[in-house]
């Protein structure tokens, strides 16, 4: 039998494509193992959902910040991955990190496979500092034909790595939730005694700036249409600027974030998804982002910001509407389009999507890469 590590460099907790990769694999007969970090609080090893996790402790961590130290704890992170999981058939690294600790592996185990799962373009996040942007870029030019078969989230980031790095057939594996038997309720309505004449629209995901939370807020805050309602559902560091909006706004309202097993229950009880991430990086701009999927499978229309593939993907398949730019006044006008003429069309239309872009229909790349990989 076969032995995959399926390498993510953080906790392993709430990462659903991680999961489903293994998952996948596991399903195909594979020896899986989750290899992930450990933090206090969290068991070193379990098994999750049937999948075993290996939580590894960075003892190196407790080390100021500065780079000298943080060369330090990187050495001790990829020597302690490299020696628990140098022997197995293969690593499948998820994103730039666990990636260059696979091709290191593969220096010291040269039949060792190495799949490099990139979920976002790794050189171009406005995140990460110029310095930092600069070496991540060097070395997937480098390394990046050295891995055994290259996965990205996006058609237009595939595109990217094939010019940069000389590669072919990035393949595309769009980070889609499973087929869900989604409850077509009034959760939403029934939790803030709103009326059938509503119009919700619906933001779920992590409350940071660069998702366009500020501007969306805003937008709502000066609406002139009384049938418009916001709904923000989450949680992160703008938790207390939402907060501030919805004592001030009749129109908007907040809700934490639930477990991801209930989550499409909640979404498909709104009437228009949001995916408002800001044009603030070249990785942002390029972004295929879960939630676009998420409002798909919950059979939403969507109303997107400016984003050259996702904004492209929603107004070719006539999903919804896509801002002009992610400004108050032109989110507004984008907002009116979503009248009763439109609405029942696009949720028609995303509820056919639904058939096409789930996982059951994307694990088949991942199976058929790994078939090849091992043949």
């Known amino acids: 039998m076969k032995s995959i590590a399926v390498i993510v460099f953080n906790t392993y907790?709430?990462?659903?494509?991680?999961?489903?990769?293994?998952?996948?694999?596991?399903?195909?007969?594979?020896?899986?193992?989750?290899?992930?970090?450990?933090?206090?609080?969290?068991?070193?090893?379990?098994?999750?959902?049937?999948?075993?996790v290996e939580r590894h402790e960075i003892k190196s961590r407790r080390l100021p910040t500065g780079r000298l130290f943080g060369f330090i704890k990187f050495a001790e992170m990829y020597l302690r991955f490299i020696f628990r999981y140098r022997k197995f058939d293969a690593i499948h690294a998820n994103d730039f990190n666990p990636f260059f600790l696979g091709i290191m592996a593969k220096w010291i185990?040269?039949?060792?496979?190495?799949?490099?799962?990139?979920?976002?373009?790794?050189?171009?996040?406005?995140?990460?500092?110029?310095?930092?942007?600069k070496l991540i870029r060097?070395?997937?030019?480098r390394f990046a034909r050295r891995a055994d078969k290259v996965i990205t989230v996006g058609r237009c980031i595939a595109q990217e790595y094939e010019r940069l790095f000389d590669l072919k057939d990035v393949e595309v594996i769009y980070n889609v939730p499973d087929v869900m038997e989604v409850d077509r309720s009034t959760r939403l309505r029934d939790a803030f005694h709103l009326g059938a004449e509503k119009r919700i629209f619906l933001y779920q995901g992590g409350l940071v700036r660069s998702r366009g939370i500020e501007t969306l807020l805003e937008a709502?805050?000066?609406?002139?249409?009384?049938?418009?309602?916001?709904?923000?559902?989450?949680?992160?560091?703008l938790l207390p600027l939402v907060e501030e909006y919805v004592a001030k706004c009749d129109n908007i309202f907040f809700l934490p974030a639930v477990p991801y097993e209930q989550l499409l229950?909640?979404?498909?009880?709104?009437?228009?998804?949001?995916v408002s991430t800001q044009n603030l990086c070249l990785?942002?701009?390029?972004?295929?982002?879960?939630?676009?999927?998420?409002?798909?499978?919950?059979?939403?229309?969507?109303?997107?910001?400016?984003?050259?593939?996702?904004?492209?993907?929603?107004?070719?398949?006539?999903?919804?509407?896509?801002?002009?730019?992610?400004?108050?006044?032109?989110?507004?006008?984008?907002?009116?389009?979503?009248?009763?003429?439109?609405?029942?069309?696009?949720?028609?239309?995303?509820?056919?999507?639904?058939?096409?872009?789930?996982?059951?229909?994307?694990?088949?790349?991942l199976k058929k890469i790994y078939t090849e990989l091992f043949q």
């Open 138 to 141: 060097k070395t997937e030019k």
């Open 283 to 365: 990785n942002n701009y390029l972004c295929m982002p879960n939630k676009l999927f998420e409002y798909i499978q919950a059979g939403l229309p969507i109303l997107s910001n400016n984003l050259k593939e996702c904004g492209s993907f929603v107004v070719d398949r006539q999903l919804g509407f896509m801002a002009e730019e992610w400004e108050p006044e032109a989110v507004q006008r984008a907002i009116a389009q979503f009248d009763e003429e439109n609405l029942p069309r696009f949720k028609s239309n995303s509820e056919r999507a639904a058939t096409a872009f789930n996982w059951q229909v994307e694990k088949e790349k």
């Open 220 to 237: 709502f805050s000066t609406l002139d249409d009384k049938h418009a309602v916001l709904v923000v559902m989450g949680s992160g560091a």
């Open 13 to 52: 907790q709430n990462d659903n494509r991680v999961y489903r990769t293994a998952r996948t694999l596991q399903e195909e007969g594979y020896e899986v193992v989750v290899g992930a970090l450990y933090e206090e609080g969290l068991p070193r090893q379990e098994v999750d959902r049937g999948l075993k």
């Open 265 to 274: 229950n909640y979404t498909a009880s709104a009437d228009v998804g949001v």
């Open 109 to 133: 185990t040269p039949g060792l496979k190495v799949v490099y799962d990139s979920h976002e373009y790794q050189s171009e996040r406005f995140d990460k500092p110029e310095w930092r942007r």
